[in-house]
């Protein structure tokens, strides 16, 4: 057979022996903003991401407060309005976004690592940031434009079950509150708020800043000086206060007329940091965190036919995370699907894992570990989160080797002391004579 | 678009590609080989030696876009039928055997695609091709097997479509905006359909595309492209090759006129406008440049916060809160250019005319210069951090193969959009973007009824 080989004419990429072995440099800026660099020279790349202790954890008594600091963060400073601000970064072909989820706010750029391209993107970056100034147009347009959306997702279930599981959950905790605020909430945040919450969280001992690509350290220490010299150093927000379990079992059903009921069951996990993660995270993962191989998987859809997907997930936070499972379910099957959910659920706890199903698990988990970080922007993940939680730097390989220490009455132990059935919240949002059938 | 059948599959010779050199630019970041297996196999390898990772993906010249009357949904429940296993691999081996060597799977289905792909450590790709090469040929098709699966696929029906307002609304707009074509009716297929597809109208469709000279093997990745060809060779070359049915997709309208839907939903609480242009793809287009121009054209009105839909509409107009506009020319039949907006207060009517009079600017006034450099400097740099993703270069070669553009396109591309004029993008605007090749669609709250 006939075959040209290309491999001959270009110059192939050349390997650095593996992400796993990421170079994580960090330093802090004279103002007191923490800074992680990782090189990569494969591609004429730049990421860098700035976050805030500043996500709606922060809202105080306005919800959805953080989230429109970070909607209108790009959206004007005393010299340039949105539009301007949008197109100097979009000359020099870069992708700038803010977000912010409960825990964090956060700035994420990419650009070319040109000189040329990334030197300007930085300046502009650097100044949005300081400079923000919520201009009172873009605040009414993007009031409007959040009370739509949440209008819109009145009609999803899957919102609407989000919403009513982390109220549940956490009760008075500001975990509860919806990061995208409410009907009611919205309409009375006012410009002051926005600027108040700006000048005490976007400032620089409350500021981690990620960056990785194609520059040198030297070069990363100009950029991260740029980025935070015009921010006050200010104070690093004060820890968040702990979250109490559930007292007991409860089922919240939110009327919703569809073919299907979304169901959710579960109960605030640990924080960041608790060594009880590892052993719930492998007990999470055999469960149902492991794809078409997980135990709901299998029982749910691949058995029984009840449902397109069945999960659950652990996550962690500042503080306590989630453990949650979740499906949706034809109504007629509503009680077949609970039973099945909570039955493996407590049959697991109550008899550990199987041998061989605790092998394939741990197999999978250290396993697959090289793929997490396969790409500058997953590794730009990774390394936040380690600089926004305080992790060890090479926390992924700790991971892998903790996963490897454990065994079955380990994994069962940790998911008996910290998932309690009996305290776990249900969520039911399908069709008021259905989610009404199932008992409290 | 030619038919793709086996003869045209089974001549390696002439389907190798011919060394191409890159523009100088960006020398060190495509590397990109093809090989072509006796049977007919196409075999594709993106080198990537950043993270000792592989992606292995399978594509079949085949999605919901070759499916008759009666049947629809087939190709998508053929995908889920592909993981109830086989005699070597009984059910539930093959996801288990990824997962323990530390893998991820899964598979999708488009309108001209069926996938499956793996991604794992790069030592573990023999395994990827054992399973695959294994379940090419050798699947078993139970009863049992499909009547849990039918089940499984009507609950996906409802997460997706049924019981969603913009799922409903989807579903409607695309049987206007592709009228009498494979486009008009969902991937997921009709639930009658869903509910009577016969274990028969498997056989035959598995029969009928799953053959190697009907499939194109995607590796992207920390490997060595002649070692993945021999691995190629070893694993899938033993299969022999079988005709695949021509495929015969009728020209239908040339220009279907103006088409309007109006759907009202119980449960939608906002109104939503959705514009669809049947335009060219990289497949029926006779000029590559006009597909060029269309993507510019489209960053040109979205490319950004900064670009037009989002400084004249979203920030100068009062009336829209929301707009965009989207153009993906890989498509084995025509394709869409379409946009989308959101009244601030329920004022559908005029956010369709400000989008129409954004159309018809372009076709008057030329772009400025300051404009279309921007554009262009943002194509180009998107189309670099691509290279970011191993997954997605490997998603990008499989796309152009199997809607016909060739995957050769990724190499032409910086050159096709840095070749693009203000001209080239009015005349665009004039020749394609013109209300008989329109569709509209809005989806009103029901409660706006009365008063509309």
């Known amino acids: ?440 | 678009m030619a038919a793709r059948n086996a003869i045209f599959a089974l001549l390696p010779a002439l389907m190798a590609a011919p060394a191409f050199a890159d523009d100088g630019n960006n020398d060190d970041i495509g590397n990109i080989t093809r090989f072509t297996l006796d049977n007919g196999m196409q075999v594709l390898v993106r080198e990537d030696h950043r993270a000792p990772v592989v992606v292995s993906q399978v594509w079949y010249n085949v999605g919901s876009s070759y499916e008759a009357r009666g049947v629809t949904g087939i190709a998508h429940m053929l995908e889920h039928m592909m993981f109830k296993g086989t005699d070597k691999f009984p059910e539930g081996e093959f996801s288990a055997i990824v997962s323990r060597e530390g893998g991820r799977l899964n598979a999708f289905t488009s309108r001209d695609f069926t996938a499956y792909f793996e991604i794992m450590a790069a030592d573990r790709l023999p395994i990827a091709f054992e399973l695959e090469s294994d379940r090419m040929v050798n699947l078993q098709l139970t009863d049992d097997a499909l009547a849990t699966e039918r089940e499984v696929i009507l609950e996906e029906r409802r997460l997706r479509s049924d019981d969603r307002p913009e799922g409903r609304f989807g579903e409607r707009f695309a049987a206007i905006a592709n009228p009498g074509t494979g486009y008009a009716h969902p991937i997921i297929g009709w639930e009658d359909d869903i509910r009577s597809i016969s274990l028969d109208d498997l056989q035959s469709w598995y029969a009928h595309w799953y053959s190697p000279s009907n499939a194109t093997l995607v590796v992207a990745g920390a490997v060595q492209a002649d070692a993945v060809y021999a691995l190629a060779e070893e694993y899938f070359g033993d299969i022999p090759a079988r005709e695949v049915p021509a495929v015969r997709d009728p020209s239908v309208f040339n220009a279907a006129g103006e088409r309007r839907l109006v759907y009202r939903d119980a449960q939608a609480r906002i109104p939503q406008l959705r514009l669809s242009y049947d335009v060219p793809s990289f497949a029926t287009v006779e000029d590559r440049s006009d597909v060029y121009a269309l993507l510019m054209l489209s960053a040109i009105l979205d490319g950004g916060d900064g670009a037009r839909l989002a400084e004249q509409l979203v920030r100068g107009n009062e009336v829209v809160a929301a707009a965009g506009a989207g153009y993906n020319p890989m498509a084995r039949l025509e394709a869409d250019f379409s946009l989308y907006g959101v009244p601030t207060d329920g004022q559908v009517d005029e956010v369709e005319t400000a989008l129409r009079a954004q159309i018809d600017a372009l076709k008057t006034e030329q772009v400025a210069d300051e404009e279309l450099e921007r554009a262009r400097n943002q194509l180009l740099a998107d189309h670099l951090f691509e290279l970011d993703s191993v997954f997605y270069q490997a998603m990008q070669l499989g796309m152009l193969e199997t809607t016909g553009a060739g995957w050769q396109t990724l190499q032409d591309y910086q050159a096709g959009i840095s070749a693009v004029t203000a001209e080239d993008i009015r005349s665009v605007a004039e020749r394609y973007l013109l209300p008989e090749h329109l569709a509209v669609g809005v989806m009103l709250p029901d409660e706006q009824g009365s008063d509309a």
Do not use: C
């Open chain 1, 1 to 440: 057979m006939k075959r040209w080989l290309l491999g001959g004419l270009m110059a192939v990429i050349t390997g650095t022996g593996g992400a796993m072995e990421a170079d994580i440099q960090q330093w802090s800026t004279d103002n007191g903003a923490k800074v992680l660099f990782v090189e990569r020279n494969e591609l004429p790349i730049v990421d860098v991401r700035v976050a805030f202790d500043a996500g709606s954890a922060r809202d105080g008594d306005h919800p959805g407060l953080a989230r429109m600091v970070s909607n209108l963060l790009l959206d004007g400073t005393a010299e340039r309005d949105a539009g301007d601000i949008a197109r100097r970064f979009e000359r020099y072909g870069a992708r700038v976004s803010a977000g912010s989820s409960r825990d964090m706010a956060e700035v994420s750029l990419r650009s070319l690592s040109d000189p040329d391209n990334l030197k300007p993107v930085i300046e502009e970056l650097a100044a949005v940031i300081a400079g923000a100034n919520f201009p009172a147009d873009a605040v009414e347009r993007v009031r409007q434009q959040t009370m739509l959306g949440l209008q819109q997702a009145q009609s999803s279930a899957s919102s609407l079950a989000e919403k009513a599981f982390a109220a549940a959950i956490y009760g008075d905790h500001p975990y509860a509150r919806p990061p995208q605020g409410t009907l009611e909430s919205v309409p009375d945040i006012t410009r002051e708020d926005l600027q108040a919450f700006h000048a005490e969280y976007y400032v620089a001992q409350n500021a981690t800043l990620a960056i990785v690509g194609n520059l040198s350290r030297v070069d990363a220490e100009i950029i991260a000086n740029q980025l935070t010299a015009g921010l006050p150093a200010g104070q690093a927000a004060e820890p968040l206060p702990a979250v109490d379990l559930p007292a007991a079992s409860q089922v919240v059903r939110v009327p919703f007329e569809a073919g299907q009921t979304h169901v959710l069951i579960g109960q605030p996990s640990v924080a960041r940091g608790d060594e009880a993660y590892y052993p719930l995270f492998f007990g999470n993962h055999l469960l149902g965190g492991g794809g078409l191989t997980s135990l709901l998987a299998e029982r749910m859809r691949e058995e029984r036919g009840l449902s397109y997907s069945s999960y659950s997930q652990l996550s962690t936070g500042a503080q306590r995370g989630r453990f949650e499972m979740g499906t949706q379910v034809r109504n007629e099957a509503l009680e077949e699907a609970l039973e099945v959910l909570r039955g493996t659920l407590v049959e697991l706890i109550d008899e550990g894992p199987a041998a061989d199903r605790l092998e394939d698990s741990r197999r999978n988990i250290t396993g697959s570990f090289p793929l997490q970080l396969d790409s500058n922007r997953s590794l730009l993940g990774y390394v936040m989160s380690i600089g926004f939680h305080d992790l060890p730097h090479d926390y992924l390989s700790q991971f892998v080797e903790k996963i490897e220490g454990l065994d079955g009455a380990a994994v069962q132990g940790a998911m008996r002391e910290h998932l309690h059935p009996q305290r776990m919240i249900t969520v039911l949002v399908g069709p008021a004579d259905v989610i009404d059938a199932v008992a409290d």
